[in-house]
């Protein structure tokens, strides 16, 4: 329960946060934009890699894509927000780099990284955590809001016999003395570090010494201290041809080095970043922060999220739709209740779904009002350009044929097996067919 509280009180402080900050945009502004926001009204969440570039290099349509996006004067047409699970910088580089790529103007409040939703923890933000990845991450952190940081270079200068995979960074003549530190409260996993070896040895020391190294190592200290993980993609596309290892592979090998030595399963507080719901609950509140920034006056009704990778972008989409629609009728059933009439026939399949698993919500349950105007629904595009292709892979046509037993699941170990979630509702060769397709669907013009 303080968990639940936790959550939702870092959730209406960010949410007031947002509003605010679109609401003092829009009174600034001298001109807003008037579209018809009735029936048309829906937001755009692009994943990056593999959608609008790989590696370094843009995909060769993702330019086309934004300049039809904008308009004259360069203000977007519909809500856009990039929603990747990097996160081993700033927002406002990553926006720097996107603007610089795509020939359009990238706000930091466009984009959302697969740790922003961290910034919702607040119960963790006066701990001691030792943050793990690649990177400005001390200052990531701090900019989340985390006020007490220990990188993992910091734990291996105050402890320097605990890294010694590495025969030439072994102290070399005497033992030199450890500093200590004070204990560990949580670990924070941003995303994959340069030298594995060490952060997973010096995570597991963690875990198995309640934060302590001054401890020996117990398998009593069991649950361990709190782990936070952020981005559970297990490959990733850059220029290369084949696929390349993200940080679900690294999770993986965390986890495995943890049950083989204490026999346990590694536990996590929160599994934050796409596929979890959490992530697209936070990506629909910078939608509709942007919406309101356009001028929009009513909520946005449909998403569409486009991606290349159907263990996180597509699956994750779909988790949400399932989400949005279980919400929809679970009010649906209060207000039958509350008014007083009969059984409402939406209410009565509020049980048909199956039930999400802690780790798919990632805190999304509870941490959001009820009163909050959700979207309708959350469609997903898979484009071809990134991770799936159709060259390598067909998609059958029968949703519960998706992922069959001779295909291997590359979800996190915590999500289920469920064939529907990985069928996207569009296939499309890029994100420039992916957009032309979207505003098709919507009855209204792009260029």
Not at 112 to 138: A, N
Not at 360 to 366: P, Q
Request: charged share 20%; glycine share 8%.
């Amino acid at each position: 329960m303080q968990r639940i509280r936790s959550l939702k009180t870092g959730w209406q402080l960010l949410k007031s946060s947002c509003e605010g900050a679109a609401k003092q945009v829009n009174t600034s502004s001298s001109t807003s934009r008037n579209y018809s926001h009735g029936s048309n009204s829906f937001g755009l969440l692009f994943d990056i890699d593999g959608v609008l570039v790989r590696g370094r290099t843009p995909i060769p349509a993702a330019k086309q894509c934004f300049r039809n996006l904008v308009d004259g004067n360069g203000k977007y047409k519909v809500p856009v927000v990039f929603v990747t699970n990097a996160g081993n910088c700033m927002r406002q580089t990553k926006a720097e780099h996107l603007s610089h790529l795509l020939d359009v103007e990238v706000s930091p409040d466009q984009v959302m990284l697969s740790h922003s939703p961290l910034r919702m923890f607040t119960q963790f933000h006066k701990m001691r955590v030792l943050v793990s990845g690649q990177g400005p991450v001390e200052e990531v952190a701090h900019n989340l809001g985390f006020q007490d940081v220990v990188t993992i270079d910091m734990l291996r200068e105050a402890y320097p016999l605990l890294d010694v995979v590495d025969h030439n960074r072994r102290p070399k003549d005497s033992v030199p003395p450890t500093k200590g530190l004070r204990p560990i409260d949580a670990v924070i996993l941003f995303g994959e570090p340069i030298r594995w070896e060490t952060n997973l040895q010096l995570i597991v020391d963690m875990l198995l010494t309640n934060g302590n190294p001054d401890n020996a190592w117990s398998s009593m200290q069991y649950p361990h201290i709190p782990v936070l993980a952020c981005n559970m993609d297990l490959l990733w596309m850059a220029e290369a041809k084949n696929p390349r290892f993200g940080h679900g592979m690294f999770l993986v090998c965390l986890e495995s080095l943890y049950k083989k030595v204490t026999g346990y399963e590694l536990k996590y507080e929160a599994l934050i970043g796409k596929p979890s719901v959490v992530t697209y609950n936070y990506a629909e509140l910078l939608i509709r922060q942007q919406a309101e920034r356009l001028g929009w006056t009513t909520p946005v009704k449909r998403l569409y999220a486009i991606g290349d990778n159907p263990m996180a972008d597509i699956y994750g989409a779909n988790l949400y739709n399932r989400y949005l629609q279980a919400s929809r009728r679970t009010k649906a059933q209060m207000q039958a209740k509350s008014g007083g009439g009969g059984a409402d026939p939406l209410a009565e399949t509020v049980n048909e779904a199956p039930k999400m698993t802690s780790a798919e919500l990632g805190g999304a349950s509870s941490a959001y009002g009820a009163e909050e105007d959700l979207p309708e629904g959350c469609s997903s595009i898979l484009v071809c350009t990134g991770v799936y292709s159709r060259d390598q892979q067909e998609l059958p046509s029968d949703p519960t044929h998706t992922v069959t037993e001779q295909r291997i699941f590359h979800g996190h170990r915590d999500f289920r097996f469920d064939p529907s979630l990985t069928q996207p509702s569009f296939v499309v060769h890029d994100v420039k067919e992916a957009v032309e397709l979207v505003f098709q669907q919507e009855g209204r013009p792009l260029e």
